[in-house]
């Protein structure tokens, strides 16, 4: 994928990527482990992405189905910090959403925090509308849950 004379490419990821990256986004707190995502994914039908630039990896985006059969939830994501910028977001969420609406989810959803608004605001440019926000410690933490139909 090229964007802004950046070019890159999508492609599935092993669970140690995923981690890889996580631990290199500064908005995720605590340490993550690979348990973390092999116990979420296992016994359900995920997509894992990775963007790469010549054997760097750049951003992931995990998703998995939701408790609702047509229901995609868009688990976690990210881009590290000095490749920000360059479409590469944009481009994982749409191979994840290409890729769910061909499995046949009807609808794509993802959880938030009030303290990202750059979060929401990228929800919002792609189509997705707020449908709940979940009081949780300070305002801040509040989980703001968005949906976009496929």
């Not at 890159?8 to 707190?29: D, G, Q, T, Y």
């Not at 047509?70 to 910028?85: A, I, K, L, Q």
């Not at 929800?123 to 449908?131: E, M, P, Q, S, Y």
Request: charged fraction near 30%; glycine fraction near 8%; proline fraction near 4%.
């Amino acid at each position: 994928m090229t964007s802004s004379n950046f070019t890159f490419i999508i492609r599935e990821a092993f669970p140690e990527e995923l981690l890889w990256v996580h631990e290199r986004i500064p908005e995720f707190p605590g340490k993550a482990s690979l348990d973390f995502y092999t116990e979420r994914l296992k016994h359900r039908l995920f997509l894992a992405l990775v963007a790469e630039k010549e054997g760097e990896l750049l951003g992931f985006k995990v998703g998995y189905q939701s408790d609702t059969a047509d229901s995609f939830y868009s688990w976690m994501g990210g881009v590290r910090p000095e490749f920000r910028n360059q479409g590469i977001a944009e481009a994982l969420a749409d191979h994840q959403e290409k890729w769910a609406k061909e499995k046949g989810f009807k609808s794509v959803f993802f959880k938030t925090r009030n303290r990202f608004p750059a979060m929401i605001a990228f929800g919002l440019k792609r189509g997705f509308k707020i449908i709940e926000v979940i009081p949780k410690g300070s305002v801040e933490d509040y989980r703001v849950v968005m949906n976009k139909r496929l």
